[in-house]
């Protein structure tokens, strides 16, 4: 059936970072209309553990901006949506094996604290204060008590729920809609036009698609990574655990694969472990060399996890920009525009604080962090 809306936003992509600018924008009174070509979740949000990380940010946009979403998510979830998005504010665990590496920690935990994170250090012989389960021998570490995690897919679905917009899924947006003087009039689907002057790109890896079908360049590309799971087990794990070396991973450029254990359990019991890193486009084939690296990794940190079984592995595709900054707000390009993607691994943990900042930008407000670092247009003046 071919239809057509008219409404002040459209939102394409129902992921996560979507769903909260949905719900943020209808908070500020408007009417804004969902278009995914998949399901809720059905792409990078869908394939993620569920992180909101401050400790893994280093000092500057991105790290701000962690904290402001940090804050959204505790709000959200002291209004009603904790329980039912399994918001868990459980705090991380950085450790580091050597010397060396927990001398670079220490020093990324002090620049954080004088960002406004809490980032506290945990001698060796108190690891085990945290977490009585990981392995002997660590030189240390820091505990992050603003690390917290949700369950993905029902974030969204929670977010789009609360927000009371229409959500159209299983429809493909094949053009942005624009005036003879360039500016955005809505979106053209396989199922009908959406018409709204102002449409928000928030298609995670097919995020530069969407962009191209405004006219618009925006270099989106996919990182693909891994995440265990393993069988339910009792609560042994209380915080999310990660080495040191994690951080320098979602930094790097490199196109070979990368893993750096990141260790955690769930409410329902089973313990998902990540992260690997690697460019292979949109290859969804399963990497043995991958799975057997992330398995490695957990065993190091928790040896009682070589005993345990792993009942599947699941894939997903980071969207990423080549400066690992995520693109929030208007493109000049196109006027009436928007983007809210390229948060490469992070896009569930700066949702909430990307929602809002487009909201606000959306209602004509000053943005409560400077936008100008997340230029969409960024990429295309480094070229001229």
């Known amino acids: 059936m071919s239809e057509s809306l008219t409404c002040d936003v459209v939102v394409v992509g129902a992921g996560v970072v979507g769903a909260a600018t949905t719900l943020y924008a209808a908070r500020a ?92 250090p945990v001698p060796p012989d108190r690891l085990t204060d945290l977490e009585p389960y990981l392995a002997p021998g660590l030189a240390g570490g820091v505990h992050y008590p603003q690390d917290a995690q949700v369950m993905p897919a029902l974030a969204a679905a929670h977010l789009l729920r609360a927000s009371k917009a229409r959500v159209l899924t299983g429809r493909e947006v094949t053009e942005v809609l624009r005036g003879p003087d360039g500016a955005v009039r809505g979106v053209r689907t396989d199922r009908g036009d959406l018409h709204a002057p102002a449409v928000v790109n928030a298609a995670g890896t ?71 890193r690697e460019r292979v486009g949109l290859d969804r084939s399963l990497s043995l060399p991958a799975v057997r690296a992330l398995a490695a990794g957990a065993t190091g940190l928790f040896p009682f996890l070589a005993g345990v079984r792993a009942l599947r592995a699941y894939a997903g595709f ?53 936008l100008g670092p997340f230029r969409p247009e960024r990429f295309t003046e480094e070229g001229e």
């Open 318 to 370: 980071r969207p990423y920009l080549p400066d690992h900054l995520p693109a929030i707000g208007p493109d000049p390009r196109a006027p009436g525009l928007f983007h809210a993607c390229g948060h490469e691994g992070a896009g569930i943990g700066l949702a909430t604080g990307t929602g809002h900042l487009i909201a606000q930008v959306l209602t004509g407000r000053t943005p409560d962090l400077d």
């Open 29 to 120: 009174g408007l009417d804004a209309v969902v278009v995914d070509r998949g399901p809720v979740a059905g792409g990078t949000t869908g394939a993620g553990e569920g992180n909101l990380l401050v400790s893994d940010k280093e000092p500057g946009p991105e790290l701000e901006l962690a904290l402001l979403s940090a804050r959204l998510w505790a709000g959200l979830a002291r209004e009603e949506l904790g329980r039912a998005v399994e918001y868990e504010a459980k705090g991380g665990l950085v450790v580091a094996g050597t010397d060396q590496a927990l001398a670079g920690l220490e020093k990324l935990a002090a620049e954080q604290r004088a960002a406004g994170a809490e980032a506290v």
């Open 206 to 276: 097919w995020g530069g698609e969407v962009a191209a079908r405004a006219g618009v360049s925006l270099p989106v590309l996919p990182r693909r990574g891994f995440v265990l799971v393993t069988e339910p087990l009792p609560p042994r794990i209380r915080h999310k655990v990660y080495a040191a070396d994690y951080v320098a991973d979602v930094a790097s450029d490199s196109a070979v694969l990368q893993t750096s254990p990141v260790v955690e359990g769930t409410p329902a019991g089973p313990v998902l472990i990540g992260a690997s």
